[in-house]
């Protein structure tokens, strides 16, 4: 079958047979017609038409309707070959990240920009790693990790996320509430990732009801909770807010959204100290640079002045400023309670398993789950038990030696507190006149539990005082005794004040025997 193939303005004919297919008719046009393709850096390749439609290389000539006679159509398309792909957990889909060669020569953190301007999510919220499965930190370069033309990187969030991060990418309200999580300062961080997001893909509804749950358009997003020890050494971008977010986006409804709920978003400034303004000039974007321009420019009407919008911001600014340092001085500002505690995890770069392997919710939970399910099992009959060999035999107990041996134990105590009190009598008698006894210890009452405190909060809290104890020669209810006793010798100040002595005197003996 004789067929004409049209390529560089030229119509040749060629032989082939009627099953041939079409990826052996373009090598035979290479052949024949003598084609180089170039693979340096666009990929070249030949694209066969007949009737208007593009032929795949599986097909079959006879398969489409093509006869003796047929005229083929043949052409050079060329394309950008990505420079690496970047798989996404959290999706499921691979980004190709374009440029020169050069880029295989940047900083990691320099990457995980442009794979965070691509996919939407914050760089706090993924980590990336090689195919082999080793993390690239930020402070590296991505030679330092052998990486070629053409490598494919994955990216992982953090575990338990999954769920959570595909309901913000898809602006599903509903799905990123149920997937919040239970501890404060975890469900902080993710309410600030979800406003990033939302502010990078434009989902309206899903940033007026995060706004609406606490989060500010005006603050960084930071970093996990879990790696706040380490935020020195964090990325920069770190520090990005959601009102700069939407001004690299040009999303114009959302930037309109985060300045009618709080005028201070438009003095926000990014790490590097550029405006709103400013960003949305250096990306382009016509639209949001025109309302921004008219808002900054803009006139405030006051009740008895009208003030300029960038005098009404700096106003505005100190006003804020002064109300947090207010508040923090009455202790009422409760921005630090979301910190990390004692007792929280703590991430080292290069010193902890890697939590950020993309596990799904229900894959984090089952273990917990199961061993619930095995505290949960029968016990075995009494009947057994009580028959076993080994066991001691139980024997009674005549109640008037237990409550002897309590009445005892409250005597030693209260002998042990004669006794420093005394002791403090004879170093400085004169000083103090007053003698101060702490209510006795009662058993059977529980103990409190603070709210928001982490499960292992008890059992450091009592191995530290066993260490005082160890180190310091007193027990803490003999060195509480002993700090109010020299407290109370302040007899002109307040019993709030004197509180407030012996808790200074407390703190300096521990950080004496530190």
């Known amino acids: 079958m004789r067929v004409f193939i049209c390529f560089a303005g030229s119509c040749e004919p060629l032989d082939v047979p009627p099953d041939q297919t079409v990826g052996a008719m373009k090598q035979m046009v290479k052949d024949n017609f003598l084609v180089q393709l170039s693979d340096d850096k666009q990929q070249q390749y030949l694209e066969l038409s007949y009737g208007g439609a593009v032929l795949q290389d599986s097909w079959a000539l006879c398969d489409v309707g093509i006869t003796s006679g047929s005229a083929i159509r043949c052409l050079i398309k060329s394309e950008q070959r990505p420079v690496m792909l970047v798989f996404n957990a959290v999706t499921g889909e691979t980004l190709p990240i374009m440029g020169s060669e050069a880029l295989l020569h940047v900083s990691v953190a320099r990457l995980k920009t442009v794979v965070s301007m691509q996919s939407g999510l914050p760089v706090s919220a993924f980590r990336l790693s090689t195919p082999a499965g080793v993390q690239l930190y930020d402070c590296n370069q991505l030679q330092d990790y052998a990486i070629e033309v053409g490598t494919t990187l994955r990216l992982d969030t953090w575990d338990g996320w999954v769920e959570f991060l595909q309901g913000c990418l898809l602006g599903h309200r509903s799905t990123v509430q149920s997937h ?193 399910a095995k505290a949960l099992q029968p016990l075995p009959p009494t009947n057994n038990l009580l028959s076993a060999p080994h066991l001691p035999s139980l024997q009674a107990v005549n109640p008037a030696d237990c409550k002897e041996m309590h009445n005892s134990w409250k005597q030693d105590v209260k002998n042990r507190e004669e006794g420093l009190l005394n002791e403090i009598r004879k170093d400085d008698s004169s000083l103090f006149r007053s003698k101060f006894i702490l209510p006795p210890i009662r058993e059977g009452i529980p103990k409190q539990v603070f709210i928001g405190a982490s499960p292992t909060s008890y059992h450091i809290l009592i191995g530290s005082l066993k260490s005082s104890s160890q180190h310091g020669g007193r027990t803490p209810r003999e060195n509480a005794i002993y700090c109010w006793t020299i407290a109370s010798a302040f007899t002109e100040k307040p019993w709030l004040k004197q509180l407030s002595i012996a808790r200074t005197l407390i703190r300096k003996r521990v950080h004496t025997m530190a």
């Open 180 to 372: 919040l999580s239970e501890k404060k300062p975890v469900m902080r961080f993710q309410l600030q990732v979800a406003l990033h997001i939302a502010a990078s893909l434009g989902h309206l509804d899903l940033a007026g009801w995060l706004l609406e749950r606490g989060a500010h358009a005006e603050e960084p997003v930071g970093v996990h909770p879990y790696r706040q020890w380490c935020h020195q050494t964090a990325h920069q971008d770190t520090r990005k807010c959601p009102i700069h977010i939407a001004a690299e986006s040009s999303q114009l409804l959302i930037l309109k959204l985060f300045i009618t709920n709080n005028l201070l978003t438009l003095a926000c400034r990014d790490p590097g100290g550029r405006d709103t303004l400013k960003v949305a000039i250096q990306r382009g974007h016509r639209d949001c640079v025109r309302y921004l321009a008219n808002k900054l420019c803009s006139v405030v009407s006051l009740p008895n002045v009208s003030l300029p919008m960038r005098i009404y911001l700096q106003i505005k600014r100190w006003v804020s400023l002064g109300q947090k340092k207010a508040a923090s001085n009455r202790g009422q500002y409760t921005s630090a309670a979301f910190k990390a505690r004692v007792g929280d995890t703590l991430l080292v770069d290069g010193f902890n398993q890697p939590n950020m392997c993309s596990k799904s919710r229900k894959a984090v939970t089952k273990p917990s789950r199961r061993n619930e």
